[in-house]
């Protein structure tokens, strides 16, 4: 994302918020979310199998109990992720999106409901 590791451009370190913020840096930042959740890159010119993981066990970020209620499953993802608050809208759009996946969604939706929230405004400039 443009920052080499352990090599600031100066004492002060990066400038946050805003400033590193670019159609190109935006979406690799959105396609590297998606690796870290189902664990296979995007768009990568190096050999599939060295870009391979394993997808996150979403059960362990979210307990069977949780995953029952599509709101209290919404709140804990909220407390997870965001620590500046969802719009009503952005809330609802991801409850309806969760309710279509039935009474208990699989782990390939909970992983992109994550990803959905990973590519908010509100989780990118926290």
Not at 6 to 34: E, H, I, M, Q
Not at 102 to 111: C, E, F, T
Request: proline residues 8%.
């Amino acid at each position: 994302m443009g920052q080499t590791l352990f090599a600031p451009p100066n004492v002060k370190g990066w400038d946050g918020g805003k400033s590193w913020v670019s159609t190109a840096t935006l979406l690799f930042r959105y396609n590297f979310a998606d690796y870290l959740l189902n664990g296979t890159a995007q768009q990568s010119k190096a050999p599939p199998h060295q870009l391979q993981r394993d997808p996150i066990d979403v059960t362990k970020l979210l307990p069977e109990e949780v995953r029952q209620d599509p709101v209290e499953l919404m709140a804990a993802l909220r407390r997870r992720l965001c620590q500046v608050p969802l719009s009503a809208k952005q809330i609802e759009t991801l409850l309806a999106y969760l309710k279509a996946q039935g009474g208990n969604p699989n782990d390939q939706a909970l992983r992109r409901v994550f990803h959905l929230m990973m590519s908010t405004p509100e989780f990118q400039l926290i």
